[in-house]
Each structure stands twice: as C-alpha cells, then as structure tokens.
C-alpha cells in the first residue's frame, strides 16, 4: 500500500493545528502508520531539504524547521501521496483554493504549516529519512471495506 511522508512545521504545531491536520487526514479515509513529536536537527532538516540546498530561501528554511517541535507523520492509503498535496494545497497559502489546509489556515510561504512529500519516490526516502522501520505499524483498519470497494 502506498505511503507518504506529513509533517506538522512548528507553525502549525504553534498554532494548535496539529489535530486540524491529523482529521482531514483520518476523515479522508488514510490510516496513520507513524507519528512522532521531535525537535528537528540542523543535519536533518539540511538532508530533508536537500535538493533546496542552492535557494535563497535555504538557510531560513533550515532555521524554520528547527525552531521548535514539529509532528513528523506517516500515512497509508490508495494514492495517498498526491491526495495528501491537495488537501495540503499550494505551496503559498496566499494563493492555496480555500479547503486546502494552507489555503485554510496561512498567508506567508515562510510560515506555511505543513510538508507533505511530493512523489511517491519521495515518499519512500522521506519515510526512512524520518522513521525507523520499528517506529511504523502495518494494520488495516477494521473498517476497510466501509472506505474501499474490493
Ligand atoms: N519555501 C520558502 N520560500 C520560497 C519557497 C519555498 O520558504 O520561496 C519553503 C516553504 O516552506 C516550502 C519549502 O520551502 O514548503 C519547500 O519548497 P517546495 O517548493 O518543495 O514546496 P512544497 O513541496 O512544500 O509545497
């Protein structure tokens, strides 16, 4: 089953979104596989980061993510990867469609909440950037079949 890779950015973990973005996820019909509150380390948030490694932005990225506690995240579910970045919405919430999570709840590209992997090759090396096999629960909910056809 796929999987993909959702952090809560210590904006949103700030703001008391952290639930907000816990039920979209759960409402939609994903199952939650991992979850983890950490303090984010420099090494860390530069190899997430890494292909930004030449933007301008990078180094206040980087500080960003390691402000303060973030909640990393693992879900499951039929093309979770790309269903998760539309419920996520665009990258600048100023422009996020309104019922997307950053269109809902931010203004700043700088301050916007919530990363969620991009591709589901992505997905695969954000997931083992940020967990340990031990740390994910393989199990299907008993309501599976109330969410998808056989
Ligand atoms: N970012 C930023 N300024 C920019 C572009 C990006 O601070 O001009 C930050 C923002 O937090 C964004 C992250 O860098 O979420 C990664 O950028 P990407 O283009 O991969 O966006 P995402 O996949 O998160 O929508």
Redesign the pocket.
């Known amino acids: 089953m796929e999987r993909t890779f959702i952090m809560v950015k210590p904006d949103g973990v700030q703001r008391g979104l952290v639930g907000e973005v816990i039920q979209r996820l759960e409402c939609k019909g994903f199952t939650l596989v991992g979850l983890k509150q950490l303090t984010v380390s420099r090494e860390l948030a530069e190899s997430h ?1 890494a292909v ?1 490694k030449e933007r301008p ?1 990078f180094k ?2 980087v500080e960003f993510i390691t402000s303060g506690p973030v909640v990393a995240s693992v879900w499951e579910g039929d093309g979770v990867v790309a269903s998760a970045r539309k419920l996520i919405g665009a ?1 600048n919430p100023l422009t996020a469609e309104p019922g997307t999570i950053r269109g809902d709840f931010g203004v700043s ?2 301050r ?1 909440l919530i ?1 969620g992997s ?1 591709a589901i090759e992505t997905a695969q090396s954000e997931v083992a950037l940020w967990f340990e096999d031990g740390e994910l629960s393989s199990w299907k909910p008993s309501i599976t079949p109330w969410i998808y056809e056989d």
């Open positions: 980061y930004h932005f206040s990225l990258t590209i700088g916007n990363h991009d």
